[in-house]
């Protein structure tokens, strides 16, 4: 299990440390880099954790990238779809416009041809009287026919290139009617995966964020740890250099010579304050 070391935690590792070390000294050398080895175990497991999270938060950004790149791309096709969308109702409306005035004219055309069938009615019965009765102008007879026949047939075209063209604008308003509907659903399938491009940005967002603050802790845990190892180190260092001192204490045997004796007792650290023999305030100094 790992252990978590903080400014207490060292210190009562260390008091125990060097109350294993008095105790034991056969046994130190495996007990006292426990400590300092669940540390250590605990930075490896945590720059691995952080490593796997930096590679996660990595494939993050990537897919960010993919979606962006994605919007824009939508962006554009939704501003072609609305430009084309434009267009089509421009064409309608220009199509709209030339199917009324076509029905002005039919009706404008409907009613002066319906004058002139009546008119023509009226004056070709008269003219056929005339003519059954006046058998001398022959030639007028087949002129008259000749007239109202071309007549009646130009009239027929005209109604005919009217129909032909009101139907027309019937087939191509039923074209565009579909091409809207058409335009719509695309429209909507364009809106629903926007959204959902949206939607999948979003919840990336929040994750990268999540992904970094444990990376953030994970950093703050690794430098925390490796601040533990090293005070650990000079820990061990000072409890091993105690302990060699008390080593070579107790190995000096009894009634050894003097020379032995300062060997085994190493001078404290820092400047000579006095000498033995020099003065003092009162006296010298003897021990």
Same mark, same amino acid.
């Given at each position: 299990?790992?252990i978590?070391?903080?400014?207490?935690?060292?210190?009562?590792?260390?008091?125990?440390?060097?109350?294993?070390?008095?105790v034991?000294?056969?046994?130190g050398?495996?007990?006292?880099r426990?400590?300092?080895?669940?540390?250590?175990?605990e930075?490896?497991?945590t720059?691995?954790?952080?490593?796997?999270?930096?590679?996660?938060?990595?494939?993050?950004?990537?897919?960010l990238?993919e979606?962006?790149?994605?919007?824009?791309?939508?962006?554009?096709?939704?501003?072609?779809?609305?430009?084309?969308?434009?267009?089509?109702?421009?064409?309608?409306k220009?199509?709209?416009?030339?199917?009324?005035?076509?029905?002005?004219?039919?009706?404008?055309?409907?009613?002066?041809l319906?004058?002139?069938?009546r008119?023509a009615?009226?004056?070709?019965?008269?003219?056929?009287?005339?003519?059954?009765?006046?058998?001398?102008?022959?030639?007028?007879?087949?002129?008259?026919?000749?007239?109202?026949?071309?007549?009646?047939?130009a009239?027929?075209?005209?109604? !005919?290139?009217?129909?032909e063209?009101?139907?027309?604008?019937?087939m191509?308003?039923?074209?565009l009617?579909?091409?809207?509907?058409q335009?719509?659903?695309?429209?909507?399938?364009t809106?629903?995966?926007?959204?959902?491009?949206?939607?999948? !940005?979003?919840?990336?967002?929040?994750?990268?964020?999540?992904?970094?603050?444990?990376?953030?802790?994970?950093?703050?845990?690794l430098?925390?740890?490796?601040d533990?190892?090293?005070?650990l180190?000079?820990l061990?260092?000072?409890?091993?250099?105690?302990?060699?001192?008390?080593?070579?204490?107790?190995?000096?045997?009894?009634?050894?010579?003097?020379a032995?004796?300062?060997?085994?007792?190493?001078?404290?650290?820092?400047?000579?304050?006095?000498?033995?023999?020099?003065?003092?305030?009162?006296?010298?100094?003897?021990?």
């Amino acid at each position: 299990m790992l252990i978590a070391f903080d400014g207490f935690g060292l210190v009562v590792a260390g008091v125990f440390l060097v109350m294993s070390l008095g105790v034991s000294i056969a046994n130190g050398a495996e007990t006292d880099r426990q400590p300092l080895l669940e540390v250590r175990g605990e930075i490896a497991s945590t720059q691995q954790q952080r490593e796997a999270l930096m590679a996660i938060r990595d494939r993050l950004n990537q897919q960010l990238s993919e979606i962006e790149l994605e919007q824009g791309q939508m962006a554009r096709t939704i501003g072609e779809l609305e430009a084309q969308s434009r267009a089509r109702d421009k064409r309608t409306k220009g199509l709209q416009q030339r199917r009324d005035q076509l029905q002005v004219s039919v009706r404008e055309q409907q009613k002066t041809l319906a004058g002139q069938l009546r008119s023509a009615h009226l004056i070709g019965r008269e003219d056929w009287l005339k003519l059954l009765l006046n058998q001398e102008e022959p030639s007028h007879l087949a002129r008259v026919l000749a007239y109202y026949g071309y007549l009646g047939r130009a009239r027929s075209e005209l109604i !005919g290139k009217l129909e032909e063209d009101l139907e027309q604008v019937r087939m191509t308003e039923a074209e565009l009617q579909i091409e809207a509907e058409q335009k719509a659903l695309l429209g909507r399938k364009t809106q629903k995966e926007r959204t959902a491009l949206l939607e999948s !940005g979003r919840q990336r967002r929040q994750l990268l964020k999540s992904w970094d603050r444990e990376l953030h802790a994970k950093a703050q845990r690794l430098n925390q740890l490796k601040d533990d190892e090293k005070q650990l180190e000079r820990l061990i260092d000072a409890v091993k250099d105690q302990t060699n001192k008390a080593a070579m204490t107790e190995n000096v045997p009894e009634g050894a010579p003097l020379a032995a004796i300062k060997k085994a007792h190493c001078p404290p650290a820092g400047p000579v304050v006095a000498r033995f023999g020099s003065p003092r305030m009162t006296g010298q100094w003897d021990g």
